[in-house]
Nanobody, 121 residues
């Protein structure tokens, strides 16, 4: 099986920064797109940022210019650098990865357990 473990969440003041990390482990043959989603209370889960295996990125309009996604393919790890944080960024952040577990299998999505990010003074 495949496990995704997130770290780096916490409480930060408006204007501050946090860096989230997500490491994938287990029966991994290859990882295609990796991404970060978030879900605030009462809201649907939404895409924050995604990155392909060759480094192409996609961001939600609400975080463009403030958040940066990156990945280390050798470590099967994806990062989310969050700067200029706003109270509306408060949510549980989930890591997502499209993983193939063998040469002959299609990629399927896996999710981390989520990490809380709270932006408040």
């Amino acid at each position: 099986q495949v496990q995704l473990v997130e770290s780096g969440g916490g409480l930060v003041q408006p204007g501050g920064s946090l860096r989230l990390s997500c490491a994938a482990s287990g029966s991994i043959f290859s990882i295609r797109t990796m991404g970060w989603y978030r879900q605030a209370p009462g809201n649907q889960r939404e895409l924050v940022a995604a990155i392909t295996s060759v480094g192409s990125t996609n961001y939600a309009d609400s975080v463009k210019g403030r958040f940066t996604i990156s990945r280390d393919n050798a470590k099967n790890t994806v990062y989310l650098q969050m700067n200029s944080l706003k109270p509306e960024d408060t949510a549980v952040y989930y890591c997502n990865a499209d993983v193939s577990t063998a040469l002959w299998t299609s990629a399927r999505p896996y999710w981390g357990q989520g990490t809380q990010v709270t932006v408040s003074s």
